[in-house]
């Protein structure tokens, strides 16, 4: 059976090209010297990319695979200028990345709902003769054609925008994880590769609050290679603001197994071993407490680990907190960075100045200005502190 879930696609674009100007003489018994009165022509269509939440597949793209915009009218007489080309919007979900399907280029990036970009630009319609009379060319007999269309193949790739997403080698209990926190029904079944295409949840927090969370289908040693399926769906962790890795706690080794999908991960693509992480041991209600003790001996140190079991409820809170933490603790990094002030204004603190003149002066006397120096200068919304 044909799955539902298409996160590749290949589309030949093509925009209109420009309506000619017209070439055409003001002809009128009582004008006797009517001149020159063609018209431009009209614009070719445009071919945009539009963001749309309602999609989260390309599935509707599949069997659409020629999108073209429309021509620029002719211009006409009495100046009449062509009709513009009809432009063409290709929705796609959010966190589409097209590239140039000929030399494998990046073009853009959909990330938002609403985001319009412009994938290919229509020609300009051409002027008419009327635009090119001069005193000494009071009748010219010529017009400018339409600019050409343009026409680009390219390959739109879906990567799922999440906050949570979920690594780990099949039957690791992602998809029961998901179904318990959030309303999201995944296929759960207990043979490997259950899970065939990834899944969105929205898992809520208290006082009203919520994030989402993606189950990514399992990771088999060598799929940054290839194998299984996991090469074809490791780009959906690329834009998953964490990721929560899953080993099941009657695993022979959890480290082990836990470094060989950090191996993985890392191979396909060096930058994600910088986005945080959770390890989370699944199946716990199979290991007593004499035995976790054990295993938190043998974990990895550089990463937050949390006993859970989807299925008995345990340990569930305790991962929504250790996740909501570290989803928060990333953007409030992200907001003091940004928020971070480098210029020094009116009735600011100015004693990093002064120490900052005082190591550059070392034992010469140093004079601040205060308040009342500072009233004084008259170009004071164009001084900057640091090029003091």
Same mark, same amino acid.
């Given at each position: 059976?044909? #799955? ?10 093509? #925009? ?20 020159? *009165? ?6 070719? $269509?445009?071919?945009? +990319? ?27 007489? #009495?100046? =009449?200028?062509?009709?513009? $080309? ?11 990345? &097209? ?41 010219? %007999? ?5 600019? @050409? ?11 799922? /925008?999440? *906050? ?10 992602? #998809?029961?994880? +998901?179904?318990?926190?959030? =309303? ?7 043979? @490997? ?9 929205? &898992? ?22 290839? %194998?299984? /399926?996991?090469?074809?769906?490791? %780009? ?6 964490? /990721?929560?890795?899953?080993? @099941? ?11 060989? +999908? ?9 930058? /994600? ?14 290991? *007593? ?8 001996? !043998? ?61 550059? $002066?070392? !034992?010469?006397?140093?004079?601040? +200005? ?10 004071? !919304? ?7």
């Amino acid at each position: 059976m044909e #799955s539902n879930f298409v996160d590749y696609v290949k589309i030949c674009c093509r #925009s209109g090209k420009g309506g000619r100007g017209s070439m055409h003489m003001h002809r009128a018994k009582y004008v006797p010297n009517g001149g020159p *009165d063609g018209g431009d022509g009209g614009r070719g $269509g445009h071919v945009y +990319l539009r963001g749309n939440h309602n999609y989260w597949t390309l599935l509707h793209l599949r069997y659409e695979r020629h999108v073209f915009a429309g021509h620029g009218g002719n211009g006409g007489q #009495s100046r =009449s200028t062509g009709a513009d $080309g009809e432009d063409r919007y290709i929705d796609v979900p959010c966190g589409t990345v &097209v590239y140039n399907a000929e030399t494998g280029e990046y073009v853009c990036d959909v990330t938002e709902d609403g985001q319009v970009v412009m994938l290919l630009k229509g020609g300009r319609g051409g002027l008419g003769n009327w635009n090119f009379r001069t005193a000494t060319n009071q009748a010219p %007999r010529y017009a400018q054609p339409g600019e @050409p269309m343009r026409e680009m193949t390219v390959i739109l790739e879906l990567k799922l /925008l999440a *906050d949570v997403g979920l690594v780990g080698f099949p039957n690791a209990g992602k #998809s029961t994880l +998901l179904s318990a926190v959030s =309303s999201a029904r995944p296929k759960i079944a207990g043979y @490997p590769f259950t899970t065939m295409e990834p899944s969105l949840g929205i &898992v809520p927090y208290r006082g009203g609050q919520s994030f989402v969370m993606a189950d990514i289908p399992g990771i088999i040693e060598g799929a940054s290679e290839g %194998r299984g /399926l996991g090469l074809r769906f490791l %780009r959906h962790i690329e834009r998953n603001s964490l /990721l929560l890795f899953m080993v @099941p706690g009657d695993t022979d080794d959890i480290r082990k197994e836990y470094e060989i +999908l950090l191996r993985e991960v890392g191979t396909f693509n060096p930058e /994600l071993l910088d986005k945080q992480r959770v390890l989370a041991i699944t199946k716990s209600d199979l290991l *007593d407490d004499e035995l976790q003790q054990l295993l938190s001996a !043998d974990l990895p140190q550089d990463v937050p680990a949390v006993f859970i079991s989807a299925v008995a409820g345990k340990g569930i809170t305790e991962l929504k907190d250790i996740l909501w933490t570290a989803l928060n603790s990333e953007s409030n990094k992200l907001k003091s960075i940004t928020q971070q002030d480098t210029l020094v204004h009116r009735n600011k603190d100015l004693s990093w100045l002064t120490q900052e003149l005082a190591d550059e $002066g070392e !034992d010469e006397e140093i004079e601040v +200005l205060d308040d009342d120096d500072i009233e004084d200068i008259e170009e004071l !919304d164009d001084f900057e502190y640091e090029d003091v």
